[in-house]
Structures are given as C-alpha cells and as structure tokens.
C-alpha cells in the first residue's frame, strides 16, 4: 500500500514536508516515495496529504497506477479540450 510519485513530478518540494510517515524524498530527476514507508496517510489523515497538495495532475499514481489527481481535477479543463486552451494561452 504506497503512492509513487512519477516523472511529470516538477520538483516543488511541497510534498515532502506534508509527510506524516517521512517516506518522500528528494531523488534525481524528481521526488520519489519509499514505499516502505508510504502508509497512504491511513491514521494519520482522511486523505493522502501528498497528492492533496501536489500541483501537477498524474504526477502521484496508486498502486493500480491510478492517478490520485486526474487530468482535468486541478485545472477544471477536461483532458479532451486542454489542447485546444493551450493553443489559445499560446496565442496571446
Ligand atoms: S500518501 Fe501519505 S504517507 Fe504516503 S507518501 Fe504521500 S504523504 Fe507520505
Ligand atoms: S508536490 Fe507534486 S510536483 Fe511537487 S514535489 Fe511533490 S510530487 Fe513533485
């Protein structure tokens, strides 16, 4: 049972402090979780403290390799349409 962090990581470092079981550290070229020691935060807090405050969607998988934050959860854009707002960002 443990969380693991993945290449689209960009290394803010906010996760690391959150950790109730001290299982992230700094690697190269990002974070990792150890998974001995990943705990999901069950006992310590409803939901795993990692991926509530990481930035980047997919950038923290479950064990199914499920992504605790889903594309489009923390932008509001829906994966079918983020190209679309990216070109008119680009465009401005
Ligand atoms: S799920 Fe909890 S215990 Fe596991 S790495 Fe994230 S913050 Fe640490
Ligand atoms: S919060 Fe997310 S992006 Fe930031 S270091 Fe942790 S896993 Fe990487």
């Given at each position: 049972m443990a969380l693991?962090?993945?290449?689209?990581?960009?290394?803010?470092?906010?996760?690391e402090p959150l950790c109730p079981?001290?299982?992230i550290y700094e690697a190269k070229p990002h974070f990792l979780i150890d998974a001995k020691k990943c705990?999901?935060?069950v006992g310590d807090f409803?939901?795993?403290?990692?991926a509530s405050i990481c930035p980047i969607e997919g950038?923290?998988?479950d064990a199914l390799n499920v992504p605790?934050?889903?594309?489009?959860?923390?932008?509001?854009i829906p994966p079918e349409k983020m190209a679309?707002?990216?070109a008119e960002l680009q465009a401005h």
């Open positions: 693991k962090i993945i290449e689209s990581c960009v290394n803010c470092f906010a996760c079981s001290k299982a705990t999901e935060c409803d939901v795993p403290q990692c950038a923290i998988l605790l934050n889903p594309a489009g959860s923390l932008t509001g679309e707002a990216m």
